[in-house]
């Protein structure tokens, strides 16, 4: 399924400028190219997509493609509902701010005047530092697999309330950093829901739903309750496609539910508001910063208050959201100045269907693109270098709280870029330090090695605020040495989780009875890469003595995460 939508990719790719280099409203052969994307759809008995376009407040297109149910046939039509996971935050966003304006809250409030159960964290994390996500509360999603709950069981908001309950400390000074946590808007919908009187479901559905004619969008607060029209969700494993049944009860960043012709009427509600809505729409697309007023720019783009980032695609501005939960994915993508808003809907699985909209805007506003669709490489001021000075660029580097590993290696005289995957992309020199990579279509990636830090390797993706990889000499330890340094018992006291290491040949295994074992492998002496997701790295400390007294799980999501050593080696 993925392969087929790549080649209609490329394809379309080759062929979109045959079309629309004057339109402003979709044409016939514009419908036709279009509906090609759509291709891998259109097999019998497979899940489907539920897509529009919105252009100039107008549906220029519509299309429903495959089944919402495919043990009963049902096909999907424009009321189906999709669950939108992430997209959820949007409109919760949008809710909190209602009850801003309307003088309900204020943003600077301490949060802690709104959520009880939230009086013994010590720090003063307002309302702001949540919707802006620079809480530095850790992230459920990492939190909760770390203490051993599994994706077959259901986890609910108060669960998740009660992990954040528990944490000590912060992962950084609310204001001062950005993360991209979950929980904050977990915390967000609770929140509402103290203020309001009111649960986050009637609410959301009564107060913000309701007004616009959205009667077919609802927020699934209990597993137990049966609706009618809303696509199973489903997976691809082995070629075969199965019926994903994994859910949980998470609100405000997931299980809001709509339709294609409700999320239209979003959207034109979006471009027709007044009076406080319009005020609220205003404080939606305000760019979120930092206390210091550094902006939240990211490889995704500049996150806005209304949770959609903002990026430049071949040189148009454009705004996104995505989401993805147990096997539906959402995606909005827009060109504000051009008044286009293409929504993708779908039920199979694959996490991504934005390039449904990205695609068909190549298409329709063809003309107001001012940069090509692929880079032209070629064309680029290059500048020369020798094999020797490449080579001081060589080595491996470590980005700590993405945990990836790269290598910087040159191969046939050229200085690559060496992924763990094993995907290598050339890099092109522009000057004595900077180099472009060499990639497909027209993303615009930058390498820089610091003149002033020899150590440090910077990785800059769409104009996005440059990540830091710092350099490392791979270490290696045989199953002795990891034996008499880190085997033992590594407990947290206030999750209560305790997780056991032991060598095993020349990898060091972590053990716990909910989540089995995690292998991990040596980066440098003491940091180390796991194999699970939601611990990819684990950094190991000294005491005065030099041995090792416990472990820090530090990434993104979760910094400081204390396991200290209980029991010695066994």
């Not at 270490?475 to 999750?495: A, M, R, V």
Request: net charge neutral; hydrophobic share 35%; glycine share 6%.
């Amino acid at each position: 399924m993925r392969i087929l939508k790549l080649a209609c990719i490329l394809i379309l790719l080759l062929t979109l400028k045959t079309y629309g280099q004057h339109q402003s409203v979709i044409t016939q052969d514009m419908e036709r190219t279009i509906d090609s994307l759509f291709n891998p759809w259109k097999s019998s008995g497979s899940p489907g997509v539920s897509f529009a376009i919105i252009k100039d407040g107008k549906v220029i297109s519509k299309k429903n493609y495959g089944f919402f149910d495919i043990e009963n046939k049902k096909p999907i039509t424009s009321q189906t509902r999709f669950n939108l996971g992430q997209s959820s935050a949007h409109y919760t966003a949008y809710a909190l701010l209602k009850l801003e304006v309307e003088g309900k809250l204020s943003l600077g409030d301490d949060i802690r005047k709104h959520i009880k159960e939230l009086q013994d964290i010590n720090q003063v994390i307002t309302v702001k530092n949540l919707l802006y996500g620079t809480s530095g509360i850790y992230d459920y999603q990492v939190l909760k697999s770390i203490c051993g709950w599994n994706f077959t069981e259901n986890f609910s908001q108060k669960d998740a309330l009660r992990l954040v309950a528990l944490q000590k400390e912060l992962a950084f000074k609310p204001g001062t950093d950005y993360s991209e946590a979950d929980v904050n808007f977990v915390l967000l919908a609770e929140l509402i829901e103290n203020v309001s009187g009111k649960s986050f479901k009637n609410y959301m559905e009564e107060d913000i739903f309701k007004p616009i004619g959205m009667t077919n969008t609802f927020i699934k607060a209990d597993l137990n309750t049966m609706y009618q029209n809303v696509a199973h969700s489903y997976r691809s494993e082995d070629d075969r496609t199965i019926l994903n049944n994994s859910g949980n009860t998470i609100l405000g960043i997931n299980n809001m539910y709509s339709s294609i012709d409700d999320l239209i009427l979003w959207e034109q509600h979006l471009n027709n508001a007044t009076g406080n809505d319009q005020k609220i729409i205003q404080k939606m697309d305000v760019i979120i910063k930092l206390n210091s007023g550094r902006t939240n720019s990211t490889s995704s783009g500049e996150l806005t208050v209304g949770q959609l980032y903002g990026h430049k695609e071949r040189g148009l501005f454009s705004t996104y959201i995505l989401g993805s939960s147990s096997g539906h994915d959402s995606s909005i993508f827009k060109f504000p100045t051009q008044n286009y808003t293409a929504i993708a809907l779908s039920n199979n699985g694959d996490g991504y269907n934005g390039y449904l909209g990205v695609i068909s805007a190549h298409n329709i506003l063809a003309k107001h693109f001012t940069e090509p669709e692929t880079t032209n490489f070629d064309s680029i001021n290059t500048k020369t270098l020798s094999k020797k000075q490449l080579q001081q660029f060589e080595g491996h580097y470590w980005d700590q709280l993405g945990e990836l590993s790269r290598e910087i290696k040159v191969i046939n005289d050229t200085l690559r870029y060496v992924r763990t995957n094993g995907n290598v992309n050339p890099l092109i020199p522009l000057s004595n330090n900077k180099f472009q990579m060499k990639v497909q279509f027209d993303d615009k990636i930058y390498i820089e090695f610091p003149e002033d830090e020899t150590e440090v390797m910077e990785f800059q993706y769409l104009g996005a605020e440059p990540i830091r990889f710092e350099k490392y000499t791979p270490e290696k330890y045989n199953k002795e040495e990891l034996s008499d340094q880190f085997n033992g018992i590594y407990s947290n006291k206030e999750y209560a989780i305790t997780y056991k290491a032991i060598a095993d040949n020349n990898k060091l295994k972590l053990s716990n009875v909910k989540n089995g074992d995690i292998n991990f492998t040596p980066i440098t002496s003491i940091l180390f890469s796991g194999d699970s997701w939601f611990l990819r790295s684990i950094e190991f400390t000294k005491d005065k003595n030099q041995n090792i007294n416990g472990f820090y799980v530090k990434n993104n999501a979760i910094r400081n995460l204390w396991f200290e050593k209980v029991v010695l080696n066994e």
